[in-house]
């Protein structure tokens, strides 16, 4: 690797999540051997994103205009706002077609070893959308993980001293799951949980 | 994720080889909420890699010259011409620091399911280097797996057809490795070409 445009391209791709220089290599290669249409694709479409892409005004989460798709949607059910980790999250709830309310995306989760506290992740804007309207429920659908457990408990507290309800997804057996194989804490949850 | 800029950068994100929907979602998600400043730089990266790097005229790998790097070097010794698969095979070698001829690069490799043959590999433009000036010795350095075993079979009798020596790397026993642990073929292989 002696050129210096394919250099550039290596470190550029190495900016990505999970790519390492090998990976990179094989990239580069791979788009500048087969596939020169879509590097430039890619290139167009990481200036539009770049250019093009904000926060919601509303939710906070991915949109190119002022207000997100969702929260434009007046026809919701306006009483529930569930609270996600990222877009994704958001995207995983929406497919399942179970939910009508709202959303409130954190774009992230405290994490004390990051320096990323309440005030970071901007639990500021969630306790002001949270507190105008009419939400009468927040749903803390953030992972249950450590840093995802440890966001929805500060952010409980935040939301029930403005005398909001507060739930949580429910912990359980996985479906389609047979005992023997789940793990015991998941077990012992659903115990606990059971209804 | 309901933005069309996003969805456009996911999809264009899916062209990088092993990049799957999830990965995509990732890389999106990173670039446009911590490193703008990264998805940016490779946009142009990309933009000047696919405008400015073409392949080398005497030795076929990318360059951004007519001649690359080391065709351009008149130090290296003429006699020998090394053939590997890819820049990356290429740099590996250069790494190594034990090697002082020209090379030349497939840019790919014989395989017959995917339709690419002697001639798709561009095996005229090897031999044609190969039988120009003074190589004496050709090495072919194509991988040791069942498509760089075939390519460097099929090359090695056009070589050895125009009255050139022909080597192949050397199989082995990988330095540092304690012989328990090396697969038996390997073994087989070191124990055929002991010296």
Known sequence: ????????????????????????QRMAFHLLQHDRAGAQQLARALDEAVRGVRH???????????????????????????????????????????YRGYYYVLMGRISPLDGIGASALGAA?????????????????????????????????????RGLKVTRLARGVPAGSELEYVDLSTIAHALVDRR
């Open 125 to 161: 804007g969630l306790m002001a959308r949270a507190t105008e309207g009419d939400v009468e429920e927040v749903i803390l659908a953030t992972s249950f993980t450590a840093e995802g457990e440890a966001t929805a408990h500060v952010l409980s507290e935040g939301l029930k001293a």
């Open 56 to 98: 919601c005004a509303r939710c906070h989460t991915f949109t190119d205009q002022a207000l997100c798709a969702i929260c434009s949607d007046t026809h919701r059910d306006a009483r529930q706002l569930c609270v996600v980790e990222t877009p994704a999250d958001q995207a995983a709830l929406e497919r399942t077609g179970s």
């Open 1 to 24: 690797m002696t050129t210096s445009h394919l250099d550039a391209l290596v470190d550029a791709l190495r900016k990505l999540p999970g790519v390492g220089v090998k990976s990179a």
